[in-house]
C-alpha cells in the first residue's frame, strides 16, 4: 500500500513556541491531505483538508491563524502550530488518498506526531 | 446531525471470535470503513463496504446493512496482539469522514 511519513514522531516545545510537523506521500502523489488531532482516548478529529497549490479548508472551530497549513507541492503538506499552549498537546496524524490506485477512499496515514508543550 | 455509534470496550478470550457493532445516521452514504488503531499509533486501514453483505478478508470480516445504518467488524481466532482500538467511519454524501469514537477491544489470555 501507499506510505505516508510524519515528522516528527515526537516534540516536546515551551509554550509560546512554534512547532513545523511534516506529512509526506512517499510513492504517490497526493493532491488533498488531511491533518487530525487526537486527545486520548478520543476518536479522530478532522482539523483541515490540505490542498496542493491552495488555501486549506478547516473544519470548524478551528483556527486558522493558530493551525497554519502549507501544501507546496503534491507530496508534502506541512501543519505549523504557532504560539503553541498546554492545551495544544495532542496527537496530530495526517492522512492521504492514492488516487491514482483507484479510489477506494482508503486513507493511509502517517505515523503521527505527539505534541507535549510544557 | 451526523452520528456514529459503536461500544467504548469489549472484552474477549483469545482463540474466540468478537463482533464489534456500529450503527450510523449520516447524510448520505458513499462507503463504511473500519480501521485497527493501537495505543499511541495511527490508525491503520482494515475494511471498506460499499454494498451490504460480507467482505471478508483473513481473519476479519466486515459486514454492512445500508438499510438499517448498521455494520460490524467481525474478528476470529482472536491474538494478543488484536487489543486495540476499532474505528468505524463513515463517507457522507460530502465525501467526508464521519468517525466513531472507537472500540477498545481488550483480549485475554
Known amino acids: 500500500g501507499a506510505v505516508v511519513s510524519q515528522h516528527p514522531s515526537w516534540v516536546i516545545c515551551k509554550s509560546g513556541t512554534s512547532v513545523k510537523i511534516e506529512c509526506r506521500s512517499l510513492?504517490?502523489?497526493?493532491?488533498?491531505m488531511f491533518w487530525y488531532r487526537q486527545f486520548p482516548k478520543q476518536s479522530l478529529m478532522l482539523m483541515a483538508t490540505?490542498?496542493?497549490?491552495?488555501?486549506?479548508?478547516?473544519e470548524q472551530g478551528v483556527e486558522k491563524d493558530k493551525f497554519l497549513i502549507n501544501h507546496a507541492s503534491l507530496t508534502l503538506s506541512t501543519l505549523t502550530v504557532t504560539s503553541a499552549h498546554p492545551e495544544d498537546s495532542s496527537f496530530y496524524i495526517c492522512?492521504?488518498?492514492?488516487?491514482?490506485?483507484?479510489?477506494?477512499?482508503?486513507?493511509?496515514f502517517g505515523e503521527g506526531s505527539r505534541l507535549t508543550v510544557l | 446531525g451526523q452520528n456514529i455509534d459503536q461500544p467504548t470496550e469489549m472484552t474477549a478470550t483469545e482463540g474466540a471470535i468478537v463482533q464489534i457493532n456500529c450503527t450510523y445516521q449520516?447524510?448520505?452514504?458513499?462507503?463504511l470503513f473500519w480501521y485497527q488503531q493501537h495505543a499511541g499509533e495511527a490508525p491503520t486501514f482494515l475494511s471498506y463496504?460499499?454494498l451490504d453483505g460480507l467482505e471478508e478478508k483473513g481473519r476479519f470480516s466486515s459486514f454492512l446493512s445500508r438499510s438499517k445504518g448498521y455494520s460490524y467488524l467481525l474478528l476470529k481466532e482472536l491474538q494478543m496482539k488484536d487489543s486495540a482500538s476499532y474505528l468505524c467511519?463513515?463517507?457522507?454524501?460530502?465525501?467526508?469522514?464521519?468517525w466513531g469514537a472507537g472500540t477498545k477491544l481488550i483480549i485475554k489470555p
Open positions: 510513492d504517490f502523489q497526493a493532491t488533498t
Open positions: 490540505s490542498n496542493e497549490g491552495s488555501k486549506a479548508t478547516y
Open positions: 492522512s492521504a488518498r492514492d488516487l491514482g490506485q483507484g479510489d477506494t477512499g482508503e486513507l493511509f
Open positions: 463496504n460499499v
Open positions: 467511519a463513515v463517507r457522507d454524501s460530502n465525501y467526508q469522514l464521519i
Open positions: 449520516t447524510s448520505g452514504f458513499n462507503g
